[in-house]
C-alpha cells in the first residue's frame, strides 16, 4: 500500500470575523478556498484582550455544520431556541445549524490567552435544511490514546487504537484528531480511502508528513490513498489530522449560508429576514 503524502501547502491569512475577532483563516481563503467537505478552518490565538473581547454576536447559520475546539479560554455559546453552553480547555461544540439557527459565542474572560479552531464542514443537499443540533463535549469524554511510545493522541471523531471519538452521526465520518508527538516519536495512520484530509501544525517547530517537513503554521493538503506516516523531529510537536467523506456536490456561499444552489441561498437570505430561523 502506498503512503499519503503532502500535495500542496497552505499558510493562514490574517483576518477578523464577529465583531473584530483576529484570526489566521488557513481554509475558505483565495489560496485554499475548500476542501470538500471543509468549508473553513480558523485558528484564533491571542493573549492580547482586544483581540478577541468583542467576541461573535448572534448571527445566523444554514446549511452546514460550525466544530469549535478550544485550547484555551473560555467562550459561552447560546441561540435563539434557548440552548447555551460553556466551552473550557479542551471542549468541543460540533453544532450542525440545519435549516438555520441564530447564535453567539461570547468570550467568558476580559483577560489571559483565547486559542482554539474553527472548522466548517459541509452537508450534503439532503441534510441542509435538517433540524440543528449541538453536540457539546467536555475535555474528560475525549479518549486520550497512545498508539505509539511518545505519540498522544486526542480522538475528537472517529475510531483510533480501540477508541471512538464523542463525536457521532455526521454524515461525512470525519476522523479529527489532536496529535502530540514526541523528539523522534512516530505515527502510522490508516485513513479511510478516498476521504479528503490535511494535516496542519500548530505548536512545535515542524513534523515530517509522508516523509516531508511541515512546518508549524502550515497546512498541509493530503493524497486521497494510503497510510499517513508522521514522525516528530528534535523537539515535541503537535498537529490537527482532519479527514472526511467529500460530498461532490455543488457548493453556493454567501456568508454564513452554504448551500447548492443561488435560488437556496436567495431563499435562506428571505428566511432570514423574515425571523424564520
Do not use: C
Not at 98 to 104: A, E, K, N, P, V
Not at 236 to 260: D, H, K, Q, W
Request: hydrophobic content about 40%; overall charge negative; aromatic content about 6%.
Amino acid at each position: 500500500m502506498s503512503d499519503r503524502h503532502i500535495t500542496r501547502r497552505v499558510r493562514g491569512v490574517d483576518t477578523s470575523d464577529g465583531a473584530g475577532v483576529r484570526l489566521k483563516r488557513v481554509i475558505g481563503q483565495p489560496e485554499l478556498d475548500m476542501l470538500d467537505p471543509f468549508l473553513l478552518l480558523d485558528e484564533f490565538r491571542s493573549d492580547q484582550a482586544g483581540d478577541y473581547i468583542a467576541g461573535f454576536p448572534e448571527h445566523p447559520h444554514r446549511g452546514f455544520e460550525t466544530v469549535t475546539y478550544m485550547l484555551a479560554g473560555h467562550m459561552q455559546h447560546q441561540d435563539n431556541h434557548g440552548n447555551h453552553g460553556d466551552l473550557g480547555p479542551g471542549s468541543v461544540q460540533w453544532m450542525t445549524a440545519g435549516r438555520g439557527i441564530l447564535h453567539s459565542e461570547m468570550p467568558q474572560q476580559e483577560n489571559g490567552l483565547m486559542w482554539g479552531f474553527q472548522l466548517w464542514v459541509n452537508l450534503p443537499a439532503k441534510d441542509k435544511m435538517t433540524a440543528p443540533r449541538y453536540q457539546d463535549i467536555a475535555p474528560q469524554r475525549i479518549p486520550v490514546v497512545h498508539p505509539a511510545a511518545g505519540v498522544e493522541v486526542k480522538l475528537i471523531a472517529g475510531e483510533l487504537a480501540g477508541a471512538t471519538g464523542p463525536v457521532e452521526g455526521i454524515v461525512t465520518a470525519p476522523l479529527y484528531l489532536d496529535i502530540g508527538l514526541q523528539p523522534g516519536a512516530a505515527l502510522t495512520l490508516d485513513l479511510p480511502d478516498g476521504h479528503h484530509g490535511f494535516a496542519y501544525v500548530f505548536e512545535g517547530e515542524s513534523v515530517l508528513v509522508g516523509g516531508e517537513k511541515l512546518a508549524r503554521g502550515q497546512l498541509g493538503v493530503l493524497s486521497e490513498r494510503g497510510r499517513l506516516q508522521l514522525a516528530g523531529g528534535e523537539q515535541p510537536v503537535r498537529l490537527l489530522v482532519v479527514a472526511g467523506r467529500p460530498l461532490e456536490e455543488p457548493v453556493t456561499r454567501y456568508g454564513p449560508f452554504v448551500m447548492n444552489t443561488p435560488a437556496e441561498i436567495h431563499d435562506a437570505i428571505a428566511d432570514f429576514r423574515a425571523g424564520k430561523f
